[in-house]
């Protein structure tokens, strides 16, 4: 199957500064990638998709100026997490579809960030 | 918007035995997919199987299958002779074409005790 590799695994950082977030299609194309937060035992609540070579769609209620998402490349998508608190202290964790028609989804193995 | 529920929030089954998670969802559209992921201790999230709505056949991958009832917007995962390894946290997932995104249910813990 398609591998999707996210990094890094977990962080920790300072509140007020800032961290980023790598998602990378490691062996096919992706011109669209989802950013996705999960908190324990709960579901994955969808942030934004990110769209190579144009801006990332924001969900409703997630803030633009804090999750800055930025698709550089075909494989490469990066969430930078800005001015951290330590509500924003959560499971992150990235997808790309592919396959045809382009649905299924394979996963990044996910970021835990620790703000403190 | 579409909603997709997962009434069972835990499981347990013993190895080998036949469990069987429940998915409900409810939508207006007509063309989409459905899947079910699993999501071990290690939090990777890994696709289980997939069903495409105009599709009659239910899926089947191994030891996984699907009943997938239309009408009634329900979508099923029976996973045959339960291991140790399949203990994870269960998700189901539609798929909006047009949207060209997923919902996720609540997820259902499953273990699978010796």
């Known amino acids: 199957g398609a591998v999707v590799s996210q990094h890094p695994s977990w962080v920790i950082c300072k509140s007020g500064t800032s961290v980023k977030i790598e998602c990378r299609s490691l062996?096919?194309?992706?011109?669209?990638m989802f950013w996705y937060r999960q908190f324990p035992k709960q579901s994955l609540m969808l942030m934004a998709t990110s769209n190579e070579g144009s801006k990332a769609t924001y969900e409703q209620g997630v803030e633009k100026d804090k999750f800055l998402i930025n698709h550089a490349s075909l494989t490469l998508s990066t969430l930078t997490v800005t001015s951290a608190h330590p509500e924003d202290s959560s499971f992150y964790i990235c997808?790309?579809?592919?396959?045809?028609?382009?649905?299924?989804?394979?996963f990044g193995q996910g970021t835990r960030l620790t703000v403190v | 918007a579409q909603t997709v529920t997962q009434s069972q929030p835990e499981m347990s089954v013993q190895e080998a035995e036949t469990v069987t998670l429940s998915c409900t969802y409810d939508t207006s559209e007509s063309n989409y997919y459905l899947f079910w992921y699993k999501q071990p201790p290690s939090r990777q999230m890994i696709l289980v199987i997939r069903?495409?709505?105009?599709?009659?056949q239910n899926a089947t991958e191994n030891r996984f299958s699907v009943n997938f009832q239309k009408a009634a917007k329900s979508f099923s995962l029976k996973i045959s002779d339960s291991q140790l390894g399949d203990t994870a946290m269960y998700f189901c997932?539609?798929?909006?074409?047009?949207?060209?995104?997923?919902?996720f249910g609540d997820g259902t813990t499953l273990t699978v005790k010796p």
């Open positions: 997808s790309a579809p592919t396959g045809i028609p382009n649905t299924e989804a394979f």
């Open positions: 062996d096919f194309q992706a011109t669209t």
């Open positions: 069903q495409e709505a105009y599709k009659q």
């Open positions: 997932a539609f798929y909006n074409t047009n949207a060209g995104k997923s919902t």
